[in-house]
C-alpha cells in the first residue's frame, strides 16, 4: 500500500504460489518454480502518471527476492495499454493467455535475478 501521510494513493494484493488459473495458461511460462504474483495495481487518479505503478511493482521484485522468489507472474487485461506499457518497460514478457471469470487476460512473467 502508498500512502501520503494518512490518504491511501495506491495498493494492489501479492500472492506467493497461489493463483490456481496460471496453471491453465495457454503458452507456457518461463519458470515453474516459486513464484510470487499479483494483482489490482491501482493508483489514485490524482496521483497518476507520477511513476508510483513501477515503483509499487519495484517493491514486489524486492519481496520476492528477499524471500528467496525468483519469479514474479502477473495478469492484465488486453485493453490495459498502461498496464502493458509498464510491464514492458520493466522486462516483463509475454507468456500467453490465463482466463478469469470467463474473459481471457494477457499473462506475463520476470525472472529476477
Not at 513464484?35 to 490524482?46: C, L, P
Not at 509498464?86 to 509475454?94: F, G, T
Request: net charge negative.
Amino acid at each position: 500500500m502508498l500512502v501520503d501521510e494518512d490518504i491511501i494513493i495506491g495498493y494492489c494484493a501479492i500472492l506467493i504460489n497461489d493463483e490456481p488459473e496460471y496453471s491453465n495458461i495457454q503458452g507456457s511460462w518461463l519458470t515453474n518454480g516459486d513464484f510470487v504474483v499479483y494483482h489490482r495495481v491501482a493508483i489514485s487518479e490524482k496521483y497518476l502518471g507520477q511513476g508510483l505503478a513501477q515503483s509499487i511493482l519495484q517493491h514486489i521484485e524486492d519481496f520476492a527476492l528477499k524471500h528467496n522468489i525468483y519469479s514474479v507472474k502477473v495478469d492484465t487485461n488486453f485493453d490495459n495499454r498502461g498496464m502493458l506499457w509498464i510491464l514492458q518497460k520493466m522486462s516483463y514478457h509475454y507468456c500467453g493467455e490465463v482466463t478469469f471469470r470467463g474473459s481471457p487476460r494477457k499473462a506475463f512473467e520476470k525472472i529476477l535475478r
